[in-house]
């Protein structure tokens, strides 16, 4: 069974930054897309960004692309959100999410049904 943990979630000013971690039970190939979700109050889950270990492609939201960024160390197998520059709107609870096995990120990579394994999720509250 795979198992994704969370952490790193608080509370930052406007302008601030913080970093997410996500432990993730591996894996025997690294053909599978891990992605970074978040969803706010009355609000769908929406993909912030993603990332394909086979290959290093990375995959970002316009909301985001510029402030944050998303990272892999495969010899621990965490999933890293690093967020810069924050705003108010970016007020959320984050997902990690992980594709099963032997697939790709490529253009649907936001797509939240192709994500079988979901972590309990981290609050991230900006205020302006």
């Known amino acids: 069974q795979v198992h994704l943990v969370e952490s790193g979630?608080?509370?930052?000013q406007a302008g601030g930054s913080l970093?997410?971690?996500?432990?993730?039970?591996?894996?025997?190939?690294?053909?599978?897309?891990?992605?970074?979700f978040r969803q706010?109050?009355?609000?769908?889950?929406?993909?912030?960004?993603?990332i394909y270990p086979g290959g290093g492609s990375t995959y970002y939201a316009d909301s985001v692309k510029g402030r944050f960024t998303i990272s892999q160390d495969n010899a621990s197998n965490t999933l890293y959100l690093r967020m810069s520059n924050l705003k108010p709107e970016d007020t959320a609870v984050y997902y990690c999410a992980k594709t099963?096995?032997?697939s790709i990120c490529g253009g649907t990579w936001y797509a939240r049904l192709r994500y079988l394994h979901w972590g309990q999720g981290t609050?991230?509250?900006v205020s302006s």
């Open 9 to 12: 979630g608080g509370s930052v």
């Open 19 to 36: 970093r997410l971690s996500c432990a993730a039970s591996p894996y025997t190939d690294s053909h599978y897309c891990m992605a970074w």
């Open 40 to 50: 706010a109050p009355g609000k769908e889950r929406e993909a912030v960004a993603g």
């Open 100 to 102: 099963p096995p032997s």
């Open 123 to 125: 609050q991230v509250t």
